[in-house]
């Protein structure tokens, strides 16, 4: 498993790129050359993050578009069979699947991961969520049920794809949520170990999944309270620790890279302001149970953080200035970032050639 959870390299800080499945991206704005997420651009941008060294892709899964004026991440691939497809043609990148444990059955799940895995030589992620779209759901004729519940789904989930991925054949699982007669599953993941496995949680309850199930945990950055978040990071390993096991924690944050700061700042500006899809922004503070009646400013203050890019850390300016960025982010103890562009093929290659030999010389990258 050592190779799989340093993703094949020992890069201090693991970049990645994130949300790249879904149309928009994470940016809820109206701009006419957003991300579209069709394949080709997909493929094309996958194939450059691999050459030049980024870690991992990270998707989003998501069933159900936002509405608004773009029907934010409206267009979206499944992202097992996406990550398959990425790992046909790159050489070095790990690529997860995304996926909701209760709108999956796990021997389907347990199969469709192991080829996958074949696919990309021992390179495909799970990313395990329990999910919180009442909506999306709806879809799939499921009841959502309570965080706890979801959880305890989760994990009797979780340990039979696990199980399904040993060396057994011919078993019964029987449990709350599931009663499976004489189980088998062939092949195996690659290589005789298993796929790399993180979780998406805030909630206390998600935390401990993924202390207990996990070799990563995926969270957001309060954006002005970095003292905090390592504070954090710092508790959830030494929790990991206690236990006997390492734990892995990465964040989310939105680049705007341009040759100077002013440059970055008036482009944020711009299409956080002047460019926003704010209906998709009400209807998703909607689906949180956020309204502006209860507490205008707060509320307020959620629509901007959502529209600034869904609520990841910001890293907006100069290569300079993104460069510093990513090295406070990995100063405060986390091991890796997922992050989105407005347009990530377009946006990618001055990353590539201005941000990441800074992070070279910082000592984050080789």
Not at 174 to 200: D, H, N, Q, W
Not at 305 to 326: K, R
């Amino acid at each position: 498993m050592q190779q799989r959870l340093s993703m094949y390299n020992n890069n201090k800080l693991k970049l990645g790129i994130f949300g790249a499945n879904c149309s928009s991206g994470r940016a809820v704005t109206t701009l006419s050359d957003r991300w579209m997420a069709d394949w080709e651009s997909c493929l094309q941008m996958a194939i450059m993050a691999d050459e030049a060294g980024i870690d991992f892709m990270l998707p989003i899964g998501r069933w159900k578009g936002y509405g608004g004026d773009t029907d934010f991440q409206g267009t979206t691939f499944e992202t097992v069979t996406w990550a398959a497809g990425l790992l046909g043609a790159t050489k070095r990148m790990t690529v997860f699947g995304t996926v909701h444990a209760p709108l999956i059955h796990p021997i389907i799940a347990a199969k469709e991961f192991v080829t996958a895995d074949t696919i990309g030589r021992g390179r495909f992620g799970l990313n395990v969520v329990v999910g919180w779209n009442e909506g999306e759901f709806e879809m799939f004729g499921v009841s959502k049920g309570d965080v706890a519940t979801r959880y305890e789904y989760g994990q009797e989930w979780l340990n039979a794809v696990k199980q399904m991925w040993g060396p057994d054949d011919d078993y019964d699982i029987e449990g709350k949520f599931f009663s499976l007669k004489k189980v088998r599953a062939k092949p195996k993941p690659y290589g005789g170990t298993r796929p790399m496995i993180m979780s998406a949680g805030a909630s206390e309850t998600g935390r401990a999944f993924a202390l207990k199930n996990c070799d990563a945990l995926f969270t957001a950055v309060p954006m002005s309270n970095l003292e905090k978040a390592a504070t954090e990071v710092a508790d959830v390993k030494r929790l990991a620790q206690s236990d006997g096991r390492e734990l892995g924690v990465f964040t989310v944050g939105e680049v705007v890279c341009r040759p100077t700061r002013k440059e970055a700042v008036d482009f944020q500006k711009y299409w956080t302001a002047e460019a926003a899809d704010w209906k998709a922004v009400d209807y998703i503070l909607q689906l949180r149970g956020e309204n502006r009646e209860q507490d205008p400013e707060q509320y307020d203050k959620l629509r901007r953080a959502l529209v600034y890019g869904m609520s990841g850390f910001p890293l907006i300016g100069s290569p300079d200035d993104v460069a510093d960025g990513l090295e406070k982010i990995s100063q405060a103890g986390f091991d890796g970032i997922g992050f989105s562009f407005i347009n990530y093929l377009s946006e990618l290659p001055y990353f590539i050639d201005e941000v990441l030999p800074r992070l070279k010389r910082m000592g984050l990258r080789h």
